[in-house]
């Protein structure tokens, strides 16, 4: 299959307390390096005709602003969790410029929890200045938005079922601690593949940084990407130093062009 040439932007790479963390005075909350400062996980994929989002998180706005993005056609949902959706509402300003609905992409799950969070948008009587979203269902069968062939891959969140994506020779995983031979073949062939790796230290949900990179070498991907990120793996600049070849701590406002 022939996919068109996509530019992905790493809008934020922190895990849900973002880095810094509120009250925190260890050494990478107080570090200048920039690379140390993570918004919320989140990216944006763009064909030369469509832009899209995975995730809206709290950051959202200043996201939006940040990489001066005039225009999203489509947002797409891993999971429901708070720090991947909580900044939905702000597509409002989408609405009014582009004078259209987005469309919104996520499975049962997640659509039952923007229902419940986000109510009024699905108000009978809509306040003026909501935002109008088309709420599309997805599962694991793959689909188009615009031009970009998206192919859901379900993995575990601990006991939540999450979907990462694949756009092209591009997989995207965040929140995830194990994922089915089933799906992982859906990643096999990938040029890139970006797992969340929160810390060193053993987690309940998310993938050590170890075993990210192990999962990556398993799968044979010449590139790995790491993402959601919490201060407690390290500093950017020490971690990266003792990374295998191939593999890298993405960081916020990093971008990627795939040919």
Same mark, same amino acid.
């Given at each position: 299959m022939?996919?068109?040439?996509?530019?992905?932007?790493?809008?934020?790479?922190?895990?849900?307390?973002?880095?810094?963390?509120i009250?925190? /005075?260890?050494?990478?909350?107080t570090?200048?390096?920039?690379?140390?400062?993570?918004?919320?996980?989140?990216?944006?994929?763009?064909?030369?005709?469509?832009?899209? &989002?995975v995730? !809206? !998180?709290?950051? #959202?706005r200043?996201?939006m602003?940040?990489?001066?993005?005039?225009?999203?056609?489509?947002?797409?949902? !891993?999971?429901? /969790?708070?720090?991947?959706? *909580?900044?939905?509402?702000?597509?409002?300003?989408? $609405?009014?410029?582009?004078?259209?609905?987005?469309?919104?992409y *996520?499975?049962?799950?997640?659509?039952?929890?923007?229902?419940?969070?986000?109510?009024? #948008? #699905?108000?009978?009587?809509?306040?003026?200045?909501?935002?109008?979203?088309?709420?599309?269902?997805?599962?694991?069968?793959? #689909?188009?938005?615009?031009?970009?062939?998206?192919?859901?891959?379900? &993995?575990?969140?601990?006991?939540?079922?999450?979907?990462?994506?694949?756009?092209?020779?591009?997989?995207?995983?965040?929140?995830? $601690?194990k994922?089915?031979e089933?799906?992982?073949?859906?990643i096999?062939?990938?040029?890139?593949?970006?797992?969340? *790796?929160?810390?060193?230290?053993?987690?309940?949900?998310?993938? !050590?940084?170890?075993?990210?990179?192990?999962?990556?070498?398993?799968?044979?991907?010449?590139?790995?990407?790491?993402?959601?990120?919490?201060?407690?793996?390290?500093?950017?600049?020490?971690?990266?130093?003792?990374?295998?070849?191939?593999? *890298?701590?993405?960081?916020?406002?990093?971008q990627?062009?795939? $040919?």
């Open positions: 022939n996919f068109p040439a996509l530019k992905i932007t790493f809008l934020g790479t922190g895990t849900s307390s973002g880095v810094p963390m009250a925190c /005075h260890c050494k990478v909350c570090s200048t390096n920039k690379k140390d400062k993570r918004l919320r996980s989140s990216i944006m994929v763009q064909s030369t005709t469509t832009t899209l &989002v995730d !809206t !998180t709290p950051d #959202f200043y996201q602003l940040r990489e001066n993005v005039n225009n999203v056609d489509a947002i797409l949902f !891993t999971h429901p /969790h708070k720090d991947h959706v *909580a900044g939905l509402d702000d597509i409002k300003a989408f $609405n009014y410029f582009q004078k259209k609905a987005i469309d919104v *996520a499975n049962e799950l997640t659509q039952k929890a923007l229902k419940d969070e986000f109510y009024y #948008f #699905f108000a009978e009587h809509k306040y003026p200045g909501v935002p109008d979203i088309n709420l599309r269902l997805i599962n694991e069968e793959p #689909f188009l938005v615009g031009d970009i062939f998206v192919t859901p891959i379900k &993995v575990w969140h601990l006991n939540m079922p999450v979907l990462g994506f694949r756009f092209g020779n591009f997989s995207y995983i965040t929140d995830a $601690n994922i089915e089933s799906e992982a073949i859906k096999l062939g990938s040029e890139i593949l970006v797992l969340n *790796a929160l810390r060193n230290e053993p987690h309940i949900s998310h993938f !050590t940084l170890q075993e990210a990179i192990n999962l990556a070498a398993e799968l044979q991907i010449p590139q790995a990407y790491f993402t959601h990120i919490s201060h407690q793996l390290g500093l950017h600049e020490e971690v990266t130093a003792i990374l295998p070849a191939g593999n *890298a701590l993405a960081y916020d406002g990093l990627l062009i795939l $040919n």
